[in-house]
């Protein structure tokens, strides 16, 4: 599975963006699917993750509440709506398909990871 992170970029802080990935090669439907970032000097870290079906979802507590992921298997792509964002989101955002078709924050669960897309909040 190719996956392929887009719709980062540059806004003020309380602002929203919303990322999607998208795969291609084959579909993601039975794939349990994850947004994770990476800051610089910083480890990567999971943001949230969503189900084969989209039924069941979770984030990561420093986003809770400001970030949302949800799913269009029809279109086989991911997105991830955040809002309210703070200087302290910054970071590459990384999209990745696990092995297992449930939601899992563990990054240790996917297998396949997109190139990333740049986010960043000014103050």
């Known amino acids: 599975v190719q996956l392929q992170a887009s719709g980062g970029g540059l806004v003020q802080a309380g602002g929203s963006l919303r990322l999607s990935c998208s795969a291609s090669t084959r579909a993601i439907s039975n794939n349990g699917m994850g947004w994770f970032r990476q800051a610089p000097g910083k480890e990567r870290e999971f943001v949230a993750a969503?189900?084969?079906?989209?039924?069941?979802?979770f984030s990561a507590d420093s986003v809770k509440g400001r970030f949302t992921i949800s799913r269009d298997n029809a279109k086989n792509t991911v997105y991830l709506q955040m809002n309210s964002l703070q200087p302290e989101d910054t970071a590459v955002y990384y999209c990745?398909?696990?092995?297992?078709?449930?939601?899992?924050?563990?990054?240790?669960?996917?297998?396949?990871w997109g190139q990333g897309t740049q986010v960043t909040v000014s103050s």
């Open positions: 969503v189900d084969w079906r989209g039924s069941n979802a």
């Open positions: 990745a398909a696990s092995l297992y078709a449930v939601a899992s924050g563990s990054s240790r669960n996917y297998r396949y």
